[in-house]
């Protein structure tokens, strides 16, 4: 990501030596170059790295869905073994949720919830560094099992017994489960940072109730996120004792229960789906005003429904289970539950498309995207009811019909949303312009292909065409369907190249305009891209939707009217105005430990697989990781700033400001 | 640049939105979230002891009462020391902090002793880790439990060892306070174990 | 920024795609079709399905009709510069839009609950049979018929039942999670080890019915197929007479006497039962992954498929014995199968088919 070189620079002058008190170790100082990525702990350049290593997990989790759909193009397929076909779409489904959507969502939440709410950065910018590094890592290790012995195949949902060693001996389940739990601490660990981020470091001004929809959706999700991954942590563990050291969880021989695993996956794996789309929800909500030129219909009711779906995504998660045999009671129950959780989905679909009445609707990219996954969540939610309804869900559930509905909530739902984002913000990120004439192609055939991918699947699952089979005999009707919803799935993969090719030629098409869609969040104030401080000076904030309350007043007509140029104060210099002097600004100093730290996870997990001496090295790297962390001087002395804070757990403070605070409002 | 530790008002606190510091309230949230951890790991354990054991030992046969509640009151009076020790850091008296911290990791060394020393027991006793459906869920919850009170302890005596001068220099009080609020949830998860696991059969 | 272009062939594109997709739905010869059921019980699923489908359908049209008017209808005109209303939303309107869902979600619940209370009920009047899912193949037992003079008995992947009679399946699993799903028949149902649960099918249609295992389990999850057979119950009455009988051990002088001792010495008999003959193995295996079990080859000639119901076994004698014997060269050539033999001559093939085909 070579594009954000060219940002401002932090200026140390040389030579400044640390003389913290407990400060063992120098903290590194290049924030420029390519080392200086492993050291950051700037929430931005965190954000970028998330964001470009989840996209390169969604085109490998792409490949894996072209394979599954040239497997399955035509009957008896013979692109891929049985074997293989399996851990294919494992590998898909894991990759999709965990690899690709949780971090392209972490990439969004960590670079602009800061930024929207007057912040220099996150609580607990070495602890988002490790986030990150742990995430990576925890890919990455998940990856290891491809190259040594085999992928995971017991599917994402990876139902007990099936995982046992009995029926699935390679490594690849390990592999899967340790890498999940990877993922998980670094979820964990940033979901912490996040929450403690959107209660604790908003701007003065910036009540909870002006904060922006998508900081609202994606606390939501944090919460989901703290909630529900232990529930996960604890099934993967179960698992791995199981598999590694011969304890009896899914043991059925020994009187256990399979559906145990599947209580523990769904109470984590329903929320999970909402802890996907909700951010989506949120980009989308900032998406739409911008372009509609109003503010957003229903903000409280947004929020509200926001809330609601978190806390009723714990209470549905049975409705995975419908023909596991249950019993009638609980079946009903959750049955209800889920029909419930459609209201206040509903209630979101209302407010956009209030928002868009009797707005002046201008289609960009970002625009297109939103619209399109107004639509296609109205699908996926609709085909949501259909399976509520448990007794004839016995016919849907694990076919093709469901898939089509997942893939409509979270291509449509939460990819659009990500792709909504990433035209909307990319100016912002990286001072550069995406083309509109190919981003509307990019739309349009992505449209196109996931309508023709994922529309087909309703019918064949309806025509009893299970899902996750590896290939289906010709004579049950399934044919036509198969090949229209494989064609379809390249369309998209098309799609998604001409946003690669986007990418690439406007690599020079720069931009310094601040402001480029007229927005209406604090993001805008600021320059593109966005400079390593953030803010001049700390925001203060009077409104809900603050930077355009800067922008436009009402006449004396009663008609909307945009301020004199000369009266909109950026809250950092733009364009080419001289840059702040960073003396000024307190920022926190990059660091070497999240990445010890987080390395020493895939050295336990190797340990754990081959050969417990590297637990032993990993066990070393977390604990030297955690104490070097803590005693390393908490900040650079050139900054002025003494240790007062910093060496507690974690960063304590992150960044502040040093400056005086805005004192230049927008009158009220 | 002056290199002295800054004695005077450590806690220049930032304005936070909400008046308390980040770190407590993070410390909250993973608080939060490992309560779903152990409810997981508990409920896991009272399913499978509920069904019938096919091989080895029930664990109910294998409690020793007396001795389990010795070791549950030294965790419980280490929360007391806790709670003195925080009270010691706020009337900024390090060397009594100290002593109160070190007793309190020690309350909770012994706690862990009698915890290897129940699972050497019950594993003589034929109650291994891959025995049953118990055994497997009986050693991780009280494994777990146990690992956050040894991550408990290695903090506290860092904690005890960086408050060596009375001027407190990077264990600032609310470091302790927030130490002890982890020490707290441990214990008090640890009373719910005990009531639920040896207890209520 | 100026407007999209409006793109005629788009609309006509998707346009096309809506009526090639009814068209396609009401697809014939799809032989799992689920809204073309063949029993009360699968007709009143679709009954629900198309009648919540009604209901979501009619939401689609109102929601995406308002979408697209709203784009079509509120476009900012190029050189426009003026705002819309700057309205925050309208408590009344959000209160009326919220009752929406919640009425129409009440009224499904309403018209849903009830069927789920109604599946798990099974009347006194029923035909028993446990069904045993299997990597990667169904095991079926009658045991009512114990009480009847010839004894219980086990059949493999077709299961038999009397038209019109409601069949209270006992759902087992002899190793992982499978699901037992005949589509025309009623839904599916999880068979889970260490789990017994209850599950009702019917056919109000003499005839043939597919089916498949719904749960994914294992390399062969794709192969694991069944089929439903629902006869008269005179038929049935027959079959269930034939099933009864044991084999027996073939004449020395015959020509299948080969094949059978060919059966012992290839250790077909350490996982396949032949009741009467080689008994060696369990009637049947549950929730003991570890022990040998295959299907039961007792009147193998009586059914019309065999190796999880993917390799059929045709009244033509060409057709039966190429089948069978491809098998038997490479039972591989079925992914994942669990069956493994050792290399065969062609003369032991010919010998062993022999063998089977007298079992019927």
Avoid at chain 1, 20 to 29: A, N, S, T, Y
Avoid at chain 2, 143 to 171: K, N, P, Q, T
Avoid at chain 3, 280 to 300: C, K
Wanted: net charge negative; with cysteine; glycine share 8%.
């Amino acid at each position: 990501m070579a594009l954000t070189e060219e940002r401002p620079m932090l200026e140390l002058s040389p030579g400044d030596e640390l003389t913290q008190p407990l400060g063992v170790f120098r903290r590194p100082r290049a924030i420029v170059g390519w080392r200086s990525w492993f050291t950051s702990v700037d929430h931005k350049k965190i954000g970028i790295m998330y964001g470009a290593s989840s996209m390169v997990f969604f085109a490998i989790g792409g490949l894996e869905a072209l394979l599954i759909r040239a497997q399955l193009a035509r009957p008896d397929g013979e692109v891929l073994n049985a074997d293989t076909y399996n851990q294919v779409f494992t590998l898909h489904g894991t990759t999709m949720v965990f690899l690709v959507i949780i971090p392209v969502l972490a990439a969004f939440a960590n670079y602009f919830i800061p930024i929207m709410i007057g912040a220099r950065d996150v609580a607990f910018p070495r602890m988002n560094a490790y986030s990150f590094w742990a995430f990576i890592l925890g890919g990455l290790f998940l990856y290891c099992s491809v190259i040594f012995g085999g992928g995971p195949d017991g599917g994402w949902f990876a139902y007990a017994p099936n995982t046992s060693v009995t029926w699935s001996p390679s490594h690849g389940m390990d592999y899967w489960a340790l890498g999940l739990i990877m993922t998980g601490v670094a979820s964990t660990v940033g979901a912490v940072n996040l929450i403690v981020t959107c209660l604790n470091m908003r701007a003065p001004g910036m009540t909870l109730l002006k904060m922006p929809v998508f900081v609202w959706m994606s606390l939501v999700a944090q919460f989901l996120l703290l909630f529900a991954l232990p529930v996960i942590t604890v099934a993967l563990f179960l698992l791995m004792f199981d598999r590694l050291f011969d304890a009896n969880f899914f043991n059925v021989e020994q009187g256990a229960d399979p559906l145990l695993w599947q209580h523990l996956f769904w109470i984590f794996g329903h929320p999970e789906v909402y802890i996907l789309v909700l951010p989506s929800f949120g980009i989308v909500s900032e998406v739409i005003p911008v372009f509609a030129r109003k503010p957003l219909f229903g903000y409280y009711a947004m929020i509200l429904s926001g809330i609601a779906i978190g806390f009723m995504g714990f209470g549905v998660w049975v409705h995975h289970m419908f023909a596991s045999g249950l019993g009638p009671v609980s079946v009903a129950a959750f049955s209800l539950t889920t029909m419930f959780i459609a209201v206040p989905t509903g209630v979101k679909i209302f407010n956009w498309l209030g928002t868009l009445w009797q707005g002046k609707l201008t289609f960009s990219v970002p625009m297109m995207f939103a619209v399109g996954l107004v639509s296609l969540f109205t699908i996926g939610g609709l085909s949501g009811v259909t399976h509520a309804v448990a007794a004839s869900d016995t016919q849907q559930t694990d076919t093709y019909y469901i898939v089509a509905h997942f893939h409509y909530v979270l291509f449509g739902g939460s990819m659009f949303g990500i792709f909504a984002g990433m035209y909307y913000w990319w100016p912002k990120i990286f001072g550069r312009l995406l083309s509109e004439r190919i981003g509307k192609w990019h739309f349009w055939l992505m449209f196109i292909g996931a309508n023709l991918t994922f529309g087909p699947m309703h019918i064949l699952g309806m025509q009893g065409m299970p899902r996750r089979q590896a290939s289906y005999p010709s004579d049950y009707g399934w044919d036509v369907w198969n090949l229209v919803s494989s064609i379809g799935s390249t369309v998209i993969a098309v799609s998604f190249l001409l946003f690669v090719i986007n990418v690439w030629v406007t690599r020079k098409n720069v931009t310094t305009d601040p402001d480029p869609w007229d927005g209406r969040t604090l993001e805008w104030a600021v320059a593109s891209p966005t400079p390593v401080q953030n803010f001049t000076a700390e925001p203060r904030v009077s409104h809900l939707d603050e930077w355009w309350h800067r922008k436009y007043e009402v006449g004396a007509d009663g008609q909307l009217t945009r301020r004199p140029d000369d009266q909109i104060a950026y809250l950092t210099p733009v364009r080419d105005e001289a840059p702040t002097d960073l003396a000024t600004v307190h920022l926190p100093s990059p660091s070497y430990w999240p990445l010890v730290t987080a390395l020493a996870l895939p050295f336990i997990g190797f340990g754990l697989l081959y050969t417990y001496w590297l637990c032993l090295v990993g066990g070393l790297l977390l604990i030297g990781g955690i104490y070097g962390w803590a005693l390393e001087p908490s900040l650079d002395p050139a900054s002025g700033h003494h240790g007062d804070h910093g060496a507690d757990h974690g960063d304590g403070s992150g960044a502040d400001s040093t400056g005086a605070a805005e004192t230049v409002g927008a009158p009220a | 640049m002056s290199t002295a530790v800054p004695s005077a008002p450590v806690e220049h606190a930032h304005q936070t939105s909400t008046g308390l510091s980040n770190a407590k309230i993070a410390m909250w949230a993973f608080l939060g979230s490992d309560c779903m951890l152990f409810g997981g790991l508990i409920s896991t354990f009272l399913l499978l002891r509920a069904k019938d054991v096919v091989a080895g030992p029930e664990v109910k046969d294998l409690y020793d009462i007396p001795f389990t509640s010795v070791s549950s009151f030294m965790l419980v009076m280490s929360s007391l020391t806790m709670v003195l020790a925080v009270s010691a850091m706020r009337r900024r008296d390090g060397q009594r902090a100290r002593i109160w911290l070190v007793a309190t990791a020690l309350l909770g060394a012994l706690f862990v002793a009698g915890q290897v020393y129940e699972f050497t027991v019950f594993y003589e006793e034929g109650f291994g880790f891959t025995t049953n459906l118990q055994s497997s869920a009986f050693y991780v919850l009280t494994g777990f439990h146990g690992v956050h009170v040894a991550i408990g302890i290695l903090m506290l005596l860092s904690l005890a060892s960086m408050s060596r001068s009375d001027e407190l220099g990077v264990s600032p009080p609310e470091t302790v306070e927030i130490a002890g609020l982890y020490w707290h949830f441990v214990d008090v998860v640890w009373i719910v174990i005990f009531t639920v696991v040896y207890l209520i059969r | 920024m100026t407007a999209t272009p409006r793109r005629p062939w788009l609309v006509r594109a998707a346009l096309l795609t809506g009526v090639a997709l009814v068209l396609g739905a009401c697809a014939s010869n799809a032989p799992q079709d689920t809204l073309d059921p063949a029993s009360p019980l699968a007709d009143e699923l679709a009954n629900l399905f198309n009648g919540v489908f009604l209901a979501a359908t009619a939401v689609f049209v109102v929601v995406e009709g308002l979408l697209l008017y709203a784009v079509i209808r509120f476009r900012r005109r190029a050189g426009d510069e003026a705002f819309p209303e700057q309205t925050h939303g309208n408590p009344k309107t959000e209160l009326v839009l919220l009752a929406g869902p919640v009425i129409i979600m009440t009224i499904v619940a309403i018209f849903s609950l009830g069927t789920i209370f109604q599946q798990s009920d099974i009347p006194d009047d029923v035909l028993k049979v446990t069904v045993t899912g299997q990597k990667y193949w169904w095991a079926y037992s009658y045991p009512e018929q114990a009480d009847i003079e010839g004894g219980s008995f086990i059949t493999a992947n077709e299961l038999h039942i009397p038209v019109g009679q409601v069949v209270d399946l006992e759902m087992r699993s002899g190793d992982v999670i499978h699901s037992f799903w005949a589509p025309r028949l009623n839904g599916k149902r999880d068979t889970v080890p260490g789990r017994s649960t209850n599950w009702k099918i019917q056919s109000s249609e003499v005839g043939t019915f597919e089916g498949q295992c719904a749960e994914f389990c294992g390399t062969s999850h794709a192969y694991m197929r069944l089929r439903v057979i629902a006869q008269t119950q005179e038929d049935f009455d027959a079959w269930v007479a034939s099933q009864q009988q044991d084999q027996v051990v073939p004449a020395a002088t015959s020509d299948s006497y080969a094949g059978y001792q060919l059966f012992q010495t290839k250790n077909c008999a350490g996982c396949h039962r032949i009741d009467g003959v080689y008994e060696d193995v369990p009637v049947i295996r549950d929730s003991t992954p570890t022990a040998p079990s295959s299907p039961n080859l007792t009147h193998l000639m009586d059914r019309t498929c065999f190796a999880g119901c993917t390799r059929e076994l045709p009244e033509d004698e060409a057709a039966r014995r190429n089948n069978l014997e491809a098998w038997l060269r490479d039972p591989q050539g079925k992914p994942g199968s669990l069956m493994v033999i050792a290399p065969l001559s062609e003369q032991e093939i010919d010998d062993l088919y022999a063998y089977l085909v007298t079992l019927d």
